[in-house]
């Protein structure tokens, strides 16, 4: 329970030694060392600090960066072991041109492939733009933002439409898990 900060500054992958897998690589995505797609999921990083107790805990994506600059703002006011997630887009990994960084970013966001929330006193709270996204019928679809990705390209596949359809289910899966932690009050410890 040192007194620090830290940033986990997250592109999905290790992009800067030639784009390989990671344990933050997301089920089906294309990668150096998995071609055919990462057919596992990605850890939760923020939750697995969250029940060790630090201080705070928060997810963050560099297309919202009013709701990152809160959230350290928040964290820096507390004592104790913070942690911040931080969703960053990667243009060469992911496959799309860099003007698109931000777009894709918020569609990471706005379909609920990420999750915007902290974690204080270990009671989790959705925040920004995903505090509107608990009614599946608010997300857009996950397809919007896997299409603008190369690095998904093979699962619209015919082939591979057992792996998308595991993806949005993957998706919806972790909505359903964050909505049975907030009906007990938020409660994560």
Do not use: M
């Not at 030639?18 to 089920?27: D, L, N, Y």
């Not at 190369?150 to 591979?160: D, K, L």
């Amino acid at each position: 329970n040192e007194d620090i900060l830290y940033i986990c500054y997250d592109n999905e992958a290790y992009q800067n030694t030639g784009i390989q897998r990671s344990s933050a690589t997301p089920k089906g995505a294309w990668t150096t060392t998995t071609p055919a797609g990462k057919r596992e999921g990605r850890k939760d990083v923020p939750l697995i600090v969250a029940v060790h107790r630090a201080a705070y805990v928060a997810t963050a994506s560099v297309a919202y960066p009013l709701d990152f600059v809160e959230k350290v703002r928040k964290a820096v006011s507390k004592r104790g072991f913070k942690y911040i997630h931080l969703h960053a887009p990667c243009p060469t990994g992911w496959r799309f041109h860099p003007s698109e960084t931000i777009r894709v970013g918020r569609l990471a966001v706005e379909c609920g492939a990420w999750v915007l929330f902290e974690i204080e006193g270990g009671v989790l709270r959705l925040t920004g733009r995903s505090a509107a996204l608990l009614d599946p019928s608010k997300r857009r679809p996950v397809d919007e933002y896997l299409k603008l990705q190369g690095r998904f390209a093979h699962v619209f596949r015919p082939e591979n439409s057992a792996l998308l359809e595991q993806i949005r289910r993957d998706v919806d899966e972790y909505w359903n898990y964050i909505e049975s932690i907030l009906e007990k009050g938020g409660k994560i410890f």
